[in-house]
């Protein structure tokens, strides 16, 4: 079954009925084995760029980063990158920048925050992405986002260092993307709101689990309570999706949800088409895109949409699966 599932690695993510899917990787590297995946997805639809920072003692530089979004991009082609704003705290300390001790730091200083908190280190990332964005089909996205002002203030910064490197006679994208994560429920909340100030919106359902069923997703002691598939999660998903589409904006899933083959007929079928995942979920994602009609991928979200609990739904999506083999 894994050999028969690995032979989809590079088939069409197009339904039965010829909708087609985007199958995107999610990448934490810059090296040859990561960037090799790139000839098996329809683009990066989340580079992580904690890497860069938790490896030296010292701040990456602007040259640096620069150099290795240029090699990411290369890597892809034509093909978008969406490249994450760095997202650390919480659980990912950085041995380089000394941060206060938090009682709770998944609720802390963490993602966006905290470099909103640290502007230079964002400022450094943000003219090394755009001076990357010459070079390929680049996105740039910012995570743990609880408040358009957070958002209004990101994107100042990105204006402002696009201007400087303009007088500098510096080539980059004016018209770079620039999108957010969804994954704290406050936002989610105000995805109909969100969505005329952003370009994009790409759902972390892991850190939105966490926070929705304010359960860690690093503590097994939680685990029943940490529940993919509870039904405040369709729900947020399918208000996310309705308020993008809505703008007319383009809407993914980039947490292991987006790779979950029982979960995705349903994403589907709430108009989530665009999906990003590890490696390793890639040929079993496009497996079942491709045993699916949307009219039925469209009667099961509207199905786990009335369902009651977790279990209901986990029932419901594997009895579909089963059907779909
Ligand atoms: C998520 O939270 O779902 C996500 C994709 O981001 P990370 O796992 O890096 O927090
Ligand atoms: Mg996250």
């Not at 010829?18 to 098996?40: I, K, Q, T, Y």
């Not at 390929?136 to 995570?143: E, T, W």
Request: glycine share 8%; hydrophobic share 45%.
């Amino acid at each position: 079954n894994l050999r028969e599932t690995a032979a989809y690695l590079d088939a069409e993510p197009v339904t039965l009925d010829g909708v087609r899917a985007e199958v995107r990787l999610n990448v934490a590297a810059a090296n040859d084995f990561e960037l090799s995946g790139a000839a098996h997805a329809d683009g990066c639809g989340l580079f992580r760029t904690e890497f860069l920072y938790l490896e030296g003692d010292r701040l990456p530089g602007e040259e640096e980063q620069y150099q290795i979004y240029k090699r990411v991009l290369l890597a892809f082609g034509e093909k978008p990158v969406v490249l994450r704003t760095l997202d650390v705290g919480g659980d990912k300390q950085l041995a380089c920048l000394e941060l206060p001790h938090e009682s709770n730091p998944f609720l802390g200083v963490r993602g966006l925050r905290l470099c909103l908190a640290h502007e230079a280190l964002l400022r450094t990332q943000v003219r090394a992405a755009l001076r990357a964005s010459v070079h390929g089909s680049l996105r740039v996205m910012l995570p743990m986002v609880g408040a358009l002002d957070e958002v209004r203030a990101a994107k100042a910064i990105f204006r402002e260092e696009g201007e400087a490197l303009s007088a500098a006679g510096i080539p980059w994208n004016p018209s770079m993307p620039v999108g957010i994560m969804v994954e704290v429920p406050s936002i989610a909340l105000i995805a109909d709101l969100a969505a005329d100030e952003v370009d994009f919106v790409s759902v972390g359902t892991n850190d939105l689990c966490q926070y929705l069923t304010a359960s860690d997703r690093m503590n097994p002691s939680v685990k029943p309570y940490h529940q993919d598939y509870h039904p405040a999660m369709f729900r947020a998903l399918g208000y996310i999706a309705r308020s993008f589409q809505a703008a007319g904006k383009p809407v993914s899933v980039c947490g292991e949800l987006g790779g979950d083959p029982l979960a995705i007929p349903a994403l589907l079928g709430l108009g989530i088409q665009k999906l990003s995942m590890s490696r390793a979920s890639l040929a079993g994602a496009k497996r079942v895109i491709r045993s699916i009609r949307m009219e039925d991928a469209q009667a099961l979200a509207q199905r786990v949409q009335s369902l009651k609990t977790e279990g209901e739904i986990k029932a419901c999506l594997t009895e579909f699966a089963r059907a779909h083999k």
